[in-house]
């Protein structure tokens, strides 16, 4: 089912009416395909009422293309040396992230951006910290063709697939034209539709249980809440599900101190637009706890610190020491169960 980000503004605005102001969607023509997901039964009414809303139920899918798409996404060979695989740069036992500045790709070769989670990837409502990609199956094509990545393309792919003893006749059982790019992106991107995170403690908190988080906590929440944050981190993946500029309130990037790269300058690479120009997919927060260090250029190595730049860079405002604690311990209670660990 395609959402447009008229839609997705809508629902928002619904949901957060006065704090998006000054917010990005994406392009009026631009959606991306979602399985159908229902969210989880909500004994307490009020939930309803709050901006942030528990992590949506897996959608219905089918175990084998799982488990196909699991061993893909484990299979170095489908880079051009075999020795990087999709969970090389999101390892499913690092927070679906490598925990890295920058990933390393084949040869050695340096990134330059972050790698973003891969859990709860299936919310998103585009892929990559630009949005290039609509669909999970699109993200496909990225970081197999990077050179700085895993440098490989169909054909060689397609080739070592085929010679496998097993993907062959696994292939066959699910796709009628057997070993094929598509039916690769299709296997891949139904695992990582598999990996959503649910049952933190903050969900069992929306769900009734009122004592499971502490007082610290539930400060931290309403901080999060009064102080602006949930303009850009709400919905059930707390964030994924709209554009933002990075620095709306000072210069973050004239602040940093150092060269802009191409992939600081955000959607602008896409759209060439100069309104795009240093503009993001806001991330998500699900377990943001482990999903160190932050932002594109990974250049906060600790939770503190990138609530901090949030605060000076996006709301404006300092934050008190107790302050800062409280939040961040509220968002240590977003992290969910990972039954996609290997």
């Known amino acids: 089912m ?12 619904l949901a957060i009416s006065g704090l998006l102001a ?11 395909s979602r399985a159908d997901a229902a969210p989880l039964a909500l004994p307490a009414t009020h939930i309803l009422e709050e901006s942030v809303q528990p992590v949506l139920a897996v959608p219905n899918l089918d175990p084998n293309k799982i488990e196909l798409g699991k061993k893909l996404f484990h299979d170095g060979r489908l880079s051009h040396d075999n020795t990087i695989a999709c969970a090389t740069c999101h390892s499913l036992d690092k927070g679906g992230t490598d925990q890295a500045v920058h990933s390393t790709g084949i040869g050695g070769a340096q990134g330059g951006i972050n790698s973003p989670t891969v859990l709860n990837s299936g919310a998103n409502f585009v892929q990559f910290w630009n949005g290039r990609a609509a669909t999970l199956e699109d993200q496909v094509n990225g970081p197999t063709h990077n050179p ?7 054909p060689e792919i397609i080739g070592k697939l085929s010679k496998d003893e097993q993907y062959p006749a696994q292939f066959a059982k699910l796709y009628s034209d057997g070993v094929q790019p598509a039916n690769v992106r299709d296997a891949i991107a139904t695992f990582e539709r598999s990996l959503s995170t649910p049952n933190s403690r903050f969900d069992k908190y929306l769900a009734g249980d009122e004592n499971i988080l502490t007082t610290q906590e539930k400060h931290g ?7 602006g944050c949930v303009s850009c981190h709400q919905g059930s993946n707390v964030g994924g599900n709209m554009y933002q500029q990075f620095g709306v309130m000072a210069n973050y990037f004239k602040d940093r101190r150092t060269p802009e790269t191409d992939d600081d300058q955000g959607r602008f690479s896409v ?16 377990n943001v706890a ?7 250029d990974g250049t906060a190595t600790t939770l503190p610190q990138a609530v901090e730049v949030m605060a000076k860079y996006q709301l404006g405002r300092p934050l008190a020491p107790g302050e800062l604690v409280d939040i961040v311990m509220f968002l240590q209670t977003l992290t969910g169960d990972q039954k996609g660990k290997s």
């Open 148 to 154: 700085k990545e895993m440098g490989s393309d169909w």
């Open 22 to 32: 000054s917010c990005f969607f994406s392009d009026a023509n631009h959606g991306s």
């Open 290 to 296: 482990l999903t160190g260090p932050y932002f594109h």
């Open 2 to 13: 395609k959402k447009s980000s008229g839609a997705i503004l809508c629902l928002t605005t």
């Open 221 to 227: 929440y309403r901080l999060f809440k009064e102080y």
């Open 271 to 286: 759209t060439k637009r100069e309104q795009d120009r240093h503009v993001f997919r806001v991330p998500t927060l699900r």
